[in-house]
């Protein structure tokens, strides 16, 4: 399989440049398993998709302020991309300047303080941060929201609550769970009313997600990092959902990808079957057609990038076909596409 394989063409003025006033006034684009029609449908309109006894998995991340700005003891100037808090004042990061730091170099921060160079593995450097207070504490006023790289403006004060969803509670992300931010509390309320249940899982999303796939061939793609936990009372959640008929409903691929890493972890061989378990650590799964998804029954997810591995994990779980189909038909409807666009409600199709 090749990474042109999923490659389709983008009108620019289709990416979101900004979010809309509200949250659940995105459009919805609903595929169900085929022949059925597509649906233009509204987000906040959600409710009467889903039936009672339904779990809504959402990603409780939060994203931290991870852009900073500095400069080199010999004048260059620094960008510095945290990718991963690693515990008391050290962080991995991506660094954008000139020539490379090596090991030792210090970075007179913007804000105050500096960064000091421990080591660098790949694109990835390891930092240690002198500053007056917890990095955590630290960055919440010190350093910049991360925007992806396709909206081409400096973050405002909106995007500080709106790049967040609502339930977002564990520190840890550089970009948003996308599907996420969505919901609203006015579309929580109405949902719980439905009789829909929710559960919640941690992965926090690092800056690989927005690094290209490089290699032609798939089978040679290095997939970047991500740490995720699955609680043992999400577990029991989705067993006492589907023993009672409800359906499991992902919102975001970072909630598939955190469940089907599960699963493969407590797996004793590739593909054996197995089933869904408490975990809590790294993973690096590659999810694209061939993979079979079974830890959920649909999902709500924007629209992504081309030739991305969010791309090829939507393909995965609802068929290339189907999903190109749909792409096809929101471009011709003038959808809003990736991280500030709309969303698609899919379930999967016979071919998967």
Do not use: C
Not at 3 to 18: M, R, V
Not at 90 to 111: F, H, N, T
Not at 222 to 240: D, F
């Amino acid at each position: 399989m090749k990474k042109n394989d999923f490659h389709y063409e983008l009108p620019p003025e289709l990416i979101a440049q900004a979010p809309l006033a509200e949250r659940s006034a995105s459009r919805l684009l609903v595929v169900p398993p085929a022949p059925a029609p597509r649906e233009d449908r509204v987000f906040r309109e959600l409710p009467q998709l889903l039936q009672p006894g339904d779990l809504l998995v959402f990603n409780d991340t939060r994203v931290i302020p991870a852009r900073l700005f500095g400069q080199k003891s010999t004048g260059g100037r620094v960008e510095i991309l945290i990718e991963r808090l690693l515990g008391g004042m050290e962080a991995r990061a991506q660094i954008g300047v000139s020539k490379s730091p090596k090991a030792g170099a210090r970075i007179a921060l913007d804000a105050g303080g500096e960064a000091e160079v421990l080591d660098r593995e790949g694109e990835f450097y390891r930092l240690r941060f002198h500053v007056p207070e917890s990095l955590e504490q630290w960055l919440l006023h010190a350093g910049r929201l991360p925007l992806p790289p396709y909206i081409q403006r400096e973050p405002g004060s909106d995007d500080q609550e709106r790049y967040q969803t609502v339930f977002a509670r564990e520190v840890g992300a550089v970009a948003a769970p996308t599907a996420g931010l969505h919901f609203d509390d006015a579309l929580l309320a109405q949902l719980r009313e439905r009789g829909v249940e929710f559960g919640h899982v941690t992965l926090h999303v690092g800056a690989g997600t927005f690094q290209p796939v490089r290699a032609e061939s798939l089978d040679q793609h290095v997939m970047h990092s991500e740490w995720l936990n699955v609680g043992a009372g999400l577990v029991e959640q989705i067993r006492r959902t589907r023993a009672a008929g409800g359906r499991v409903i992902a919102v975001g691929t970072t909630v598939v990808r955190a469940l089907e890493s599960a699963i493969r972890h407590h797996s004793g061989v590739a593909g054996e079957e197995s089933e869904l378990q408490p975990f809590a650590g790294e993973t690096r799964l590659f999810i694209l057609p061939g993979y079979r998804i079974r830890s959920v029954d649909g999902l709500i997810t924007n629209f992504h990038l081309p030739e991305s591995t969010l791309l090829m994990l939507v393909s995965a779980f609802a068929g290339k076909d189907a999903v190109f189909a749909a792409y096809e038909h929101a471009i011709r409807e003038r959808y809003r596409f990736f991280s500030y666009g709309d969303a698609m409600l899919l379930w999967p199709t016979a071919e998967v």
